[in-house]
Nanobody, 120 residues
Framework: QVQLVESGGGSVQAGGSLRLSCVAS????????MGWFRQAPGKERELVAR????????YYSDSVKGRFTISSDNAKNTVYLEMNSLKPEDTAVYYC?????????????WGQGTQVTVSS
């Protein structure tokens, strides 16, 4: 059974940092695209960062560019999201996902989410 399990969420003051982890089990995702999404109350889920399995190319949404860093450790089947200079608007449930890209990316597997709360 494939599972993605996030951890590392919590409450932090604005300007602080958190590091989220996503551990995959049940299969190897070395060649898969891995992404971090977030969903705030009343808002749609949005992709904030992704890393390709093939070349480790990264992508960031404009809202987090320069503050968040996505990385992967294939030996540990783990993807990380380092979040710095956090803002109250970063408050959301953060999900990791694994997907395949042909023309567009289809996200096949999702974690259960971890809450990040940033207070001003």
């Amino acid at each position: 059974q494939v599972q993605l399990v996030e951890s590392g969420g919590g409450s932090v003051q604005a300007g602080g940092s958190l590091r989220l982890s996503c551990v995959a089990s049940g299969r190897t995702f070395t060649t898969w695209d891995m992404g971090w999404f977030r969903q705030a109350p009343g808002k749609e889920r949005e992709l904030v960062a992704r890393i390709t399995g093939s070349s480790s190319t990264t992508y960031y949404s404009d809202s987090v560019k320069g503050r968040f860093t996505i990385s992967s450790d294939n030996a540990k089947n783990t993807v990380y999201l380092e979040m710095n200079s956090l803002k109250p608007e970063d408050t959301a449930v953060y999900y990791c996902a694994a997907g395949r890209t042909v023309i567009e990316t289809t996200w096949y597997y999702w974690g259960q989410g971890t809450q990040v709360t940033v207070s001003s």
